[in-house]
């Protein structure tokens, strides 16, 4: 009788220890979009996607582990801003970087330490791509290119849902960043498909 008294309270305390451990769910994070800017109308007749960064999916690179990447907003970023109004050229969106890095940081050990929340983590995010135009024959006749950079850093004592968030807050500010410089460029140098 006694031994099954403990086998149950053993499992019980096994079951409260993993729920403790499960206790903080991920939350959910909205879609980043461009659909609430005005769009880039541009005299071609279609435009497609070149994915030339691949996360190296190593602990360096934290790009496929945050709630939301660089890759996957800027892919969405051709099909928010431009709109196709027909013609001759084609156009072609290349993402070159849409990496995110993670660095640690190192942390003092000494008593004054104890008191305050160390930084320990920093994340380096970075959004690279190439807009260009081309003809049917395959000829470039114009390109520009956008690159961003934003850096963030994480507590040491940051929760699960508070680093997600964090992360989160970096890839929009980051994207959002390379909207304008994109757009930017675009006016200023492929004015000649745009009305």
Request: charged share 25%; with cysteine; hydrophobic share 40%.
């Amino acid at each position: 009788m006694l031994k099954k008294i403990l086998k149950t309270f053993m499992v019980v305390i096994m079951l409260s220890g993993l729920t403790a451990c499960v206790s903080e769910s991920r939350q959910l994070f909205p879609d980043v979009t461009f659909t609430h800017l005005p769009s880039i109308q541009m005299a071609v007749s279609d435009i497609t996607i070149e994915q030339r960064y691949k996360s190296p999916m190593t602990a360096e690179y934290a790009d496929h582990r945050i709630p939301l990447s660089p890759q996957t907003v800027m892919t969405r970023w051709p099909g928010d801003r431009i709109s196709q109004t027909g013609g001759e050229a084609r156009a072609k969106f290349i993402i070159m970087d849409a990496s995110v890095k993670e660095y640690g940081l190192d942390i003092d050990g000494n008593f004054t330490a104890y008191f305050t929340d160390e930084q320990a983590l920093r994340y380096e995010a970075t959004a690279e791509a190439m807009f260009q135009i081309s003809s049917n024959d395959g000829n470039t006749h114009g390109k520009v290119r956008a690159r961003v950079k934003r850096s963030v850093t994480v507590p040491e004592n940051a929760s699960l849902n508070e680093r997600d968030k964090i992360l989160f807050d970096l890839t929009a500010a980051l994207t959002r960043e390379f909207d304008v410089q994109m757009e930017q460029e675009i006016r200023k140098y492929l004015g000649a498909w745009l009305p």
